[in-house]
């Protein structure tokens, strides 16, 4: 084993450390995949390889690099297509003093800058980011790995305005596929977490073949199962719910080439579902399809069975029906007037007592015309329909649901169910919050649909285009360790 592949395999080991109990879907491990400096190379080629492969990662961007500034819209176009855009300073700080740190500029030198300053350019740099991807939370890996700003450490000042600050990982200058896949086994191995630091991608610097890059992610590829990979974001999410007390029990991450059907079965009808809508539910993959490792809902404009709208439903009835624990999913919803996306559930004994005393869990709904506001709402005896108890989670001014992707959970245990959009506690509801019986402490089951049309909504009108499309990226479901 040469000198560098061992230096890998021993930092890889010390994350280790980080490993949790249960990765997405049984995987054997988690493998994070970050590109540093924005570079024209990770663009060109690094991109469609992690597209070709349906693998998503997280690149670091200085808002001062070049090919940020003259090649912005592809950057965009990749953070709508899921991959993080995470925050690397302003101006990529390093020391100056290090050795064969001739090339920082005095302007750019860690040692002559201070904590203030440093902090400034993370807040600086997430607002240009932001700008760019409209997201709020990512996370920070430190330009050079180093932490001191004029002798003092800046990390822990920033540690309130970026959701994670990545661990030291390793790059890989140089290596093979063979050597590149070595180190993911080696960690996976330990259940850890493989944290690989990229730079140039077949040109620039610090360059790792395309060849080598391809050979590791079609490993990938071919061994989702056993090795989860995704942006350093997610996999900050989901040890975060580890972390706080919480293991994943279920999931489809939406990998296969088609619908799981031990997971999910469509519902079918047109009958109006109690709310007038306009859709007829079909099973049609026109409707309802994996493509490109997300679950995609597609309402579309066309006569079918008397109606003059399609769409789909799916629901986890009979399959996957659980009491209490965390159930999530990351949603990208469709726009549009009288488009009505959804992530709910109900009780899997709706089929002998009836609704709404099965009880209902909206996690997630919009209203086309409410493009920056989804609802979290509780339904059962006393408060449904209009009634119902629940409460909004409002994006800031301008910005609007469709544009992107958010997750959304609710967090359900005896006598307690909370909402959260992004992390962030919107809406609790407790048997003295409801003017009727609780009837939430039994099974329920899982739904995602997109109707068209119905009282709450409105429906659609000359401005609504089609088809619309409701994209899932994964839908995990998480109960209460030991």
């Given amino acids: 084993m040469n000198r560098l592949l061992a230096t890998a395999l021993a930092l890889l080991a010390l994350q280790g450390a980080q ?246 079965q469509p519902e079918l009808g047109g009958h109006g579902f109690g709310n007038n809508e306009m859709q007829f539910y079909t099973a049609r993959r026109e409707n309802v399809r994996v493509e490109d490792g997300k679950l995609v809902i597609e309402a579309r404009k066309e006569a079918w069975q008397g109606k003059q709208y399609t769409s789909a439903r799916i629901k986890t009835a009979g399959l996957m029906e659980r009491r209490h624990g965390r159930f999530e999913a990351r949603i990208k919803v469709p726009r549009g007037q009288g488009i009505w996306p959804a992530f709910w559930m109900l009780g899997a004994d709706i089929g002998k007592v009836g609704w709404p005393r099965s009880g209902e869990i909206d996690i997630m709904e919009n209203i086309g015309k409410e493009p920056g506001t989804v609802h979290g709402t509780l339904h059962g005896p006393g408060y449904s329909g209009e009634q119902a108890f629940g409460a909004p989670s409002v994006l800031a001014p301008g910005q609007r649901y469709a544009d992107d992707f958010h997750v959304f959970a609710v967090e359900w245990e005896p006598g307690e169910i909370r909402w959260y959009r992004d992390g962030q506690h919107f809406h609790t509801a407790r048997p003295d919050s409801v003017r009727g019986d609780w009837v939430f402490e039994h099974p329920f089951f899982l739904l995602l649909n997109v109707a068209v049309g119905g009282y709450w909504p409105g429906y659609p009108d000359a401005g609504t285009l089609f088809p619309q499309q409701m994209l899932v990226d994964y839908v995990r479901v998480y109960r209460r360790g030991d």
């Fill in 19 to 264: 490993a949790t109990p249960a990765w997405p879907n049984g995987a054997r491990a988690a493998v994070s995949l970050a590109y540093d400096d924005a570079l024209g190379s990770q663009l060109d080629n690094a991109l469609p390889a992690l597209e070709r492969h349906g693998l998503k990662a997280t690149f670091y961007l200085s808002p001062a690099t070049p090919a940020l500034r003259l090649r912005m819209p592809e950057w965009r176009a990749a953070a709508q297509r899921g991959h993080e855009l995470g925050n690397h300073t302003l101006l990529h700080q390093c020391s100056g003093s290090a050795a064969g740190r001739d090339w920082v500029a005095p302007q750019r030198d860690l040692d002559q800058s201070s904590v203030a300053h440093m902090l400034d350019q993370v807040r600086l740099a997430n607002t240009l980011l932001q700008a760019i991807d409209g997201r709020q939370e990512r996370t920070f890996n430190a330009p050079c790995g180093e932490q001191l700003a004029g002798g003092a450490s800046y990390w822990p000042a920033i540690a309130g305005d970026v959701a994670a600050l990545r661990p030291p990982g390793h790059a890989p200058v140089g290596l093979s596929g063979a050597q590149l896949i070595a180190l993911v086994r080696q960690a996976g191995a330990q259940g850890a977490l493989v944290s690989l630091v990229f730079h140039g991608i077949g040109g620039d610097y610090l360059s790792v073949s395309s060849e080598a890059h391809e050979e590791l992610l079609r490993f990938l590829a071919e061994h989702r199962k056993q090795y989860w990979t995704d942006t350093y974001l997610n996999i900050v999410r989901h040890q975060r719910a580890a972390r706080a007390g919480w293991v994943l029990d279920w999931a489809d991450e939406f990998d296969g080439e088609q619908l799981d059907a031990r997971n999910w």
